[in-house]
Each structure stands twice: as structure tokens, then as C-alpha cells.
């Protein structure tokens, strides 16, 4: 296959996907494509499975249904070692960071090196020094994961992520709960990662501005399958009233204010007609 | 009636789905053994982080306990004349039981609690889960150098338990009570026999160690990931592990001395 063909594969193909959690299907027949080198955010309301869909993706659930190919393998196939083997060309940014909280910032980074790799102690120094400038935190190497805040660990997170130069890095909620500087930082941080590294990028998000403007491919994703795909554009232009009304942030439509149940006039007659009784 | 039965029945399937996991659990830390020698610089971590750092209390608790031993077994022994028999009354009951058994229950409560809320954080905090997607298996890289520490330590405690107990003994019948000195240790030596009690008595500690340990491990696993979770496996490390060292306790007594 010559290079402009695998530069033409998509780099994660989901198909038909269902998975359950006990008796709630969180998701139905979801199909989606993520084109490799660019930025696809996958967006939806809490709790639709946007962090389910990145953990099927990392071979961590195993669909009920459906399939998941990575790179061209079918992950819920793979053997242990080539899951694993597959996952080191793969990074992951945990919301919270997920910093090992016996090592400081330096040993977090240099945790992937040390573990896959027979590299001299020097170079390990070297490569850690290069992931932690690159994501501004070189300075504080020494600093342990209780010493930093929220976007600091998601900045050491992501050095670790990219320590072993991955093909993908997948990014739950990436900026749930950041102020204004460090959100800047991240978008910045990702953007800027995508395209010197020639990464494929994988968010899933609610943050509906900040991800349009970093974005090439958008997915939005409820009720367990997709409602619009396309890049930005084509999404925006094209949106169904459900995307609108999430893109928009508007408090009532196709998803209602009020949780469904019985009218409100009969809720009140009968309280009404007991009272009376 | 039909309520009490799917109420058994419901928690009939609970425990023998607990029991299915924790034996996979069980099945894949063992298979993974090979990383306690592979790594041993974490496993030497984890024998320090469980092992060494419960001895202050291992030791305090076996003086307290040998203290103890040493006034009841007077007076009960004065009474029959037999005071000079204290030394091998002490030696008994230490090797036999109290040594195992105590220092199991103190390991659960210091060294099982710890593991649980520490496993159980790394669960909440994602770093499990972190570490999967960086290709390190946690079961080699986490919990096989944990196990085999715990494993490790327990007969080692419960030796040191004895020993201290041993002591504890001998200052309050030696050195309070005036029982002889010479008698003390020679009548240990002549009723202690080395199969029948000492191995016995390590035996007895392997196999809490592997137990407890078992348990403290899993119960961090297979925590809620909420900080009640924790706090809940936390407790049900200590009860379960105390629970087991005393039914096992009793099955092995009755397999040994009979």
C-alpha cells in the first residue's frame, strides 16, 4: 500500500456499534468514521457515552455488537499483546490527568519511556526535557501531582502521552472545568500537537466553541448514535434541529426542558381530587 | 415468601459473582508472578511498604501480648506448682496460634487496609485505567509485586511476633515474677517441637498472608470509585480478612493437631 492510499484510510472506523451497560444501551447501531491526521471531536450532551465510545476505541470494553477497526485492526480481535502493541501507538489524556501520584511530574513522563523502551538514562532525560518544553512545563519536572493544577496536569498528561510519538491521542473532556488562560493553553497545546506531530486527534467534548474552532471533523453523537457528521461547515450548514439546539446551547427543543412524564394540568387535578376526597 | 426467595436468590448470585471475579483476579496476579522477579527492584518497594513498615506494630503487639502471656500462665501454672513450666506455655501459644493469628489481623488492619485504599485511589483516579491504555499491564506492574509482598511478609511478621513474644515472656515471668531463667527457655525447648509446631505455625501464616493479601488486593479492585467506595472496601477488607483468618484458623488447627 504506498503512502498516499493510507493517508487516504480513515484511522478509526466504528461500525454499527451497540454496547450496554446492564439494561441501558448507551449505544445503537453507531457508525463513524475519524480521518487520520486531522482533528475529529466527537460532542454530545453528559452522559451519552462520549468517554464509553474513546475506552471501546482503546480495546478497554468490548462492543455487544458491531465493530471497531483502529488502524486497520479490529480491536475486540486483538490478543492482549497486540492490543498492547497497538495501544503504544496510541496515547490517551484522561480528564483528570490520571498522573501516577507516587512519581513526580518527570518520572510520570518518562514512565512510558522507561517501560517500553531500553533507552540510556540519558536520552530518557533528554526525551523528557523535550515533551515537558514542548507543553511549557519543563520548570516543573520536580513538581509532584498533588503540587499542580487541573490544566498543569492535563499538560503533563499530555507530554506523557506523546512520549512514545504515538500515531493517535485520544481526549476525554479536555476542557471540563479549566479557566479562560489555561482552556487557551489546551487548544493551543492540541492544535499545535496535531499538526507538527501529523497526529490523528480524537476529542470527545461538550464545550461546543472551543472544539468548532480546533476542529476539521465533528461527530455529535445522542440517543446512542450519531445526529450530524462532516466537518464543521457541513455540520453547521446542515445541522438537524436536534444539532442546533445542542450547537446553540438553547434550553428547550427536541431535547425538552421538562423531564418527560404526565401533563402538568392532570398532575395538579389530582392533587385536586385527593384533596377533595 | 416469594420476595424472601428472590431476595436469596439475588444475593446467592452477588456472592457467586464476587467469587468468580475475585478467582480470575486471583488466577491472573498469579499468572503474572514472573514480573516479581523480572521487577524485583518494585517488588523490594512493596515488601518494604507492607512489610517493614507494619513492624513497630508487630512488635509492640507481640511484647503486649507475650507480656500478658507471661502473667496469666503464672498464675495459672503457680497453682499446681508447675510456675517453672511458663516458658513452654508462652513458647505454645505463640508459635501455634496467637503469633499467626494476631499478626494476620494486625497485618489486615495496617498493611490490607492500606493496599485496599491505595488500589482503590489509583482505580478512582483513573491511573489503572491510565496505565492499560499505556500498555503496562497493572497486574504486572501493580498488583503481582503487592501480592507477592504481602505473601512474603506474613511468616516473616509472625515470626518476629513470636520472637518479641518470647521476650515479652520471659521479662515479666524472669524478671517480674521470679520464675527461673534457665528453666524458662529449657522448658520451651523441650516442649516446642520444630515439625509439629514451628512449621506448623509458619504454615498457618502463609497461608493468612496469601488470603488477606488476596483480599485487600481485590476489594481496592473491585471498589466503587467513589471515596464511600473506597471507605466501604476499606471495611470490608479488615471484616472479611478477619473473618477468614479465623475460619481458616480453625480448619487448619483441626488438620494439624488432630
Partial sequence: ?277 | MIDFLAHLGRSGLHWLSLLGRASIFLFRVLRSQDAVVRRYRLTLIEIYSVGVRSLLIIVVSGLFVGMVLGYQGYITLVNFGAAEALGGVVALSLVRELGPVVTALLFAGRAGSALTAEIGLMKTTEQLSAMEMMAVDPYRRVFAPRFFAGFLSMPLLAAIFSAVGVMGGFIVGVGLLGVDSGSYFSQMQAVTDWREDVVSGVIKSIVFGFVVTWIAIFQGLDAEPTSEGISRATTQTVVASALAVLGLDFILTGLMFT
Fill in chain 1, 1 to 277: 500500500m504506498n503512502d498516499d492510499r493510507v493517508a487516504d484510510t480513515p484511522h478509526v472506523v466504528v461500525e454499527d456499534l451497540v454496547f450496554r451497560r446492564g439494561r441501558k444501551v448507551v449505544f445503537d447501531g453507531l457508525s463513524l468514521t475519524v480521518p487520520r491526521g486531522r482533528v475529529t471531536t466527537v460532542m454530545g450532551p453528559s452522559g451519552t457515552g462520549k468517554t464509553t465510545l474513546l475506552r471501546l476505541i482503546g480495546g478497554q470494553l468490548r462492543p455487544d455488537s458491531g465493530r471497531i477497526w483502529v488502524d486497520g485492526e479490529e480491536v475486540a480481535r486483538l490478543s492482549t499483546r497486540r492490543l498492547y502493541a497497538l495501544r503504544k501507538r496510541m496515547g490517551m489524556l484522561f480528564q483528570t490527568g490520571a498522573l501516577l501520584t507516587d512519581m513526580n511530574v518527570f518520572e510520570n513522563v518518562a514512565f512510558p519511556l522507561r517501560e517500553h523502551t531500553d533507552l540510556p538514562e540519558e536520552l530518557i532525560r533528554n526525551l523528557v526535557l523535550m515533551k515537558l518544553e514542548a507543553v511549557g512545563l519543563r520548570a516543573a519536572r520536580d513538581l509532584s501531582p498533588a503540587e499542580l493544577s487541573g490544566g498543569m496536569a492535563r499538560r503533563v498528561a499530555l507530554a506523557r502521552a506523546i512520549a512514545l510519538d504515538p500515531d493517535m491521542i485520544l481526549y476525554d473532556e479536555p476542557f471540563a472545568g479549566l479557566d479562560p488562560i489555561t482552556m487557551g493553553q489546551i487548544v493551543t497545546l492540541i492544535r499545535r500537537t496535531n499538526s507538527t506531530l501529523g497526529l490523528t486527534s480524537v476529542l470527545v467534548t461538550h464545550d461546543v466553541v472551543e472544539a468548532m474552532d480546533i476542529s476539521d471533523h465533528v461527530v455529535l453523537i445522542a440517543e446512542g448514535r450519531v445526529m450530524d457528521a462532516g466537518t464543521v461547515e457541513q455540520v453547521r450548514a446542515g445541522a438537524s434541529e436536534w444539532s442546533e439546539q445542542f450547537l446553540d446551547g438553547r434550553p428547550d427543543g427536541p431535547v425538552p426542558f421538562h423531564y418527560p412524564g404526565d401533563s402538568y394540568r392532570d398532575d395538579l387535578m389530582r392533587g385536586r381530587e385527593s384533596g377533595n376526597d
